[in-house]
């Protein structure tokens, strides 16, 4: 029977049955063991030299989304979120005080939860904080936003700090969809953030959708990806949906026999590929879009793309810095997240701490299969040393013979129609890969 072909790519589901990380990270979080992390931290801020990235984490949100698997609580307790900020500003005092003075901060990005839970005053405090603490001569501000609550004084807060880059949290414009995910927001909400945003000078307005959502088809996908375009979004990350309830409780309320299955998800993901570069997006890695002049579409182009905890990016810098409870800390040689209990980290922060209390140390054969991995899923090709190229043969035997990948002397690439399978190519290059552990679809 010949394999059933969507858009520009083909089903092959023996190729997609394992379930695989989706490498923000190498080793990925999965690997990732409890323990005080204090000493590795303070190590590796004291070590790090020249231009750092910040993440700031508020895990707050006025409403929760059941389809969600970020770290967050409401917004309606506001001591604790009083104190969290609190936390907050004294765990920026204590890191700010072990970088070296060469350290430059060129990008500061917020996400959560969503960071326009905290009053625009609390935001403007915290970029305050940030600038007095740390060396910051010409940073790139981006945060994540929830529509539904971006009222005038925030869009007058991010106009007046120079945000550049958004992100919007769309998922779906179906009102039956939104429904069954627990996030309604009409699409004048999306519409009058947006053009709240561009008044406001931001450059750069990601949207973030999804498919194999509940009630979910071809057509419904393919309206909210003409209306995103429509609203001139510059950025589109289109992720798959991964119902795991036995991991993240609230998903329980999904009912789970609405969902499309392995092969409806595979062709939406083709069929949303295949549209949206149709609309003029240049396609990013396997997940991500942008419009032509986008800073991640050149990336892109001219081979500067990377891979980070959060996603395909075109920021340059080496180490990222995270801070507040959940955020994760990457230097070359350690992975490191900040406690995600959020008492626990308000105590921690507060004394004084640093809170890092889980991660992983980075050998060095992570550091070369993670070079590997993130070539692959941002380049679309890397240049193999024999031993790893030697020993990936067989497993990379099904890939070739179906033509999704090419030798060229040592140098392993993908070839078009592989962004499905780019994932499950990767992992072949995971050392730490088991049955037992449970990740995301690659679709």
């Known amino acids: 029977m010949q394999p059933e072909r969507f858009a520009d790519w083909t089903y092959y589901p023996e190729l997609l049955a394992q379930p695989v990380p989706r490498y923000t990270s190498y080793p990925t979080a999965a690997e990732f063991t409890d323990d005080n992390f204090e000493a590795s931290q303070r190590k590796a801020l004291e ?95 981006s945060i994540e936003l929830d529509p539904r609550s971006l009222t005038p004084a925030w869009l007058l807060a991010i106009r007046g700090i120079g945000v550049i880059k958004t992100s919007l949290g769309v998922q779906t414009f179906d009102p039956r969809v939104q429904a069954a995910i627990g996030r309604v927001q009409p699409r004048e ?32 996908l393919a309206a909210t990806l003409d209306e995103a375009t429509a609203l001139g979004a510059d950025r589109i990350a289109l992720f798959g949906y991964a119902h795991v309830p036995h991991m993240i409780a609230r998903q329980r309320r999904i009912d789970a026999s609405s969902l499309p299955d392995q092969r409806q998800r595979f062709r939406m993901a083709a069929e949303g590929y295949a549209r949206l570069v149709a609309s003029g997006y240049q396609p990013v890695g396997f997940d991500h879009f ?43 040689t350690a992975f490191i997240q900040n406690e995600k209990n959020t008492g626990r980290y308000r105590m921690l922060a507060g004394a004084g701490h640093l809170t890092g209390r889980r991660g992983v140390v980075r050998t060095a054969e992570d550091r070369r299969r993670g070079a590997v991995i993130e070539a692959l899923l941002c380049q679309g090709e890397v240049q193999l040393p024999n031993d790893l190229a030697a020993a990936a043969a067989a497993r990379l035997a099904p890939f070739a013979e179906r033509g999704l990948i090419r030798w060229d002397a040592d140098t392993l690439i993908l070839e078009r129609g592989s962004e499905p399978y780019a994932r499950s190519i990767a992992a072949v290059f995971d050392a730490y890969r088991s049955e037992e552990r449970r990740f995301s679809s690659a679709v």
């Open 47 to 141: 070590d790090v030299r020249g231009d750092v990235s910040l993440y700031l984490h508020i895990p707050f949100c006025h409403e929760i989304c059941w389809y969600c698997g970020c770290n967050t609580g409401a917004a309606n307790r506001t001591q604790r979120l009083a104190s969290y900020l609190d936390a907050l500003h004294a765990e920026i005092v204590s890191v700010s005080r072990l970088l070296d003075r060469s350290v430059r901060i060129t990008r500061i990005a917020f996400g959560g939860g969503s960071p326009n839970a905290i009053s625009p005053t609390d935001f403007v405090r915290l970029i305050d904080a940030l600038l007095v603490n740390f060396r910051v001569p010409w940073p790139v501000f």
């Open 189 to 220: 909400d999306i519409a009058r953030a947006v053009e709240g945003l561009r008044k406001a000078g931001v450059e750069s307005i990601n949207f973030d959708l999804m498919y194999g959502l509940p009630f979910q088809d071809d057509a419904v």
């Open 290 to 332: 942008a419009r032509p002049g986008d800073g991640l579409a050149q990336a892109a182009l001219n081979g500067s793309l990377r891979r980070n905890f959060q996603g395909f990016t075109d920021d340059p810098a080496p180490v990222l810095i995270g801070l507040g409870s959940t955020s994760i800390n990457q230097f070359e």
